[in-house]
């Protein structure tokens, strides 16, 4: 017996199908979102290619200022003046934005950065020149006229420059970038050092000297620091553990380091009249007992419990014990 279906029936039939349909794509679809992860599509700006970020920023920041310090310290050492130098600025831009604000004349060096073997450049005001070459001269420093430099005033700046380029390489040592000093550039040849349009890092020192003050300006490759300042910031980042053979070497270091030392009595009172009638020749009663230790005392610190002896020409200190001791035993 054959069975007719009506329209009606075989509509909800087909929409009782494709509902299940539907339920079965809609859990398949849940499934492999929660199972894949999520990328969101952003657009990218060509124009921000070699950006250095905050961190990277940061990073400079604290390898400059390591630099400006050993700098201040040795050049005027050095110099044998007062030689201070600090970071003003570390910020981005064109190079022909950097060769914009050389001003002229300037003392200007190549440097090449290894391993990256690329070329950065090194620009220092001439108005510091005068002072450096009267004290190297034998002078006292004088400041003098704005002027391009003679051959042997030349020759000294660019003793100086090595000088920089050797702290230089002290405070990048650690990521592995190296600076090898080229040549003295001039106006023309500092243009073609790098394409105009490349983005350059720009790090301004401020230098100050009892007669004279100028700047001192790094320019570096943006792009290529990229690698460089990445592992930077991973070094910076990782917790630092010493070896023991790093250990030992600082225990050795520390054993001859020297420190002052001094052997004194105790704290006590004694009587203000005693101490003003006091001369040469005239015994002074301590009020201590008769076998009290002094106190053998390094920077201001008691550390053992000694007694003043002598052998030969010189005088000594013979050590009972610690200092702590005797602190335990009247704590008791």
């Known amino acids: 017996m054959e069975k007719h279906l009506e329209q009606d029936e075989i509509d909800s039939m087909f929409a009782v199908a494709r509902e299940a349909v539907e339920k079965e794509q809609e859990q398949a679809a849940t499934v492999s979102t929660s199972s894949e992860p999520q990328h969101k599509a952003e657009p990218y700006n060509f124009s921000r290619a070699g950006q250095i970020s905050n961190d990277q920023m940061q990073a400079i920041s604290t390898v400059n200022d390591l630099f400006a310090r050993n700098l201040t310290h040795n050049l005027g050492a050095w110099l044998r003046t007062r030689f201070e130098v600090t970071l003003a600025s570390a910020e981005q831009m064109m190079y022909s934005e950097f ?17 990256l073997d690329v070329m950065g450049a090194l620009q220092l005001d001439l108005s510091m020149a005068p002072p450096i070459v009267d004290l190297l001269l034998g002078g006292v420093g004088r400041a003098g006229a704005l002027r391009e430099p003679t051959d042997i005033e030349d020759a000294i700046l660019f003793s100086v420059m090595e000088i920089i380029l050797r702290e230089l390489n002290l405070a990048w040592q650690p990521v592995g970038l190296t600076f090898a000093l080229d040549k003295r550039e001039m106006e023309a040849q500092v243009l073609r050092l790098m394409p105009g349009t490349e983005k350059v890092l720009c790090v301004s020192f401020e230098i100050r000297m009892p007669e004279a003050q100028g700047s001192l300006n790094l320019c570096l490759p943006a792009v290529v620091l990229n690698t460089i300042l990445r592992r930077l910031i991973a070094d910076r980042d990782r917790p630092r553990r010493r070896s023991l053979e790093a250990r030992a070497r600082m225990s050795l270091l520390m054993a001859e380091a020297q420190f002052g030392g001094v052997l004194q009595f105790p704290p006590m009172r004694l009587n203000a009249g005693d101490l003003a009638a006091l001369t040469p020749g005239k015994v002074l009663r301590l009020p201590l007992p008769r076998h009290s230790n002094a106190e053998f005392r390094v920077g201001g610190l008691p550390l053992f419990r000694a007694l003043p002896v002598c052998s030969g020409e010189h005088r000594g200190a013979q050590v009972k014990g610690h200092a702590m001791d005797a602190e335990v035993r009247s704590l008791q």
């Open 99 to 115: 060769t914009e604000r050389i001003p002229d004349p300037a003392y200007v060096c190549s440097a090449r950065l290894e391993p």
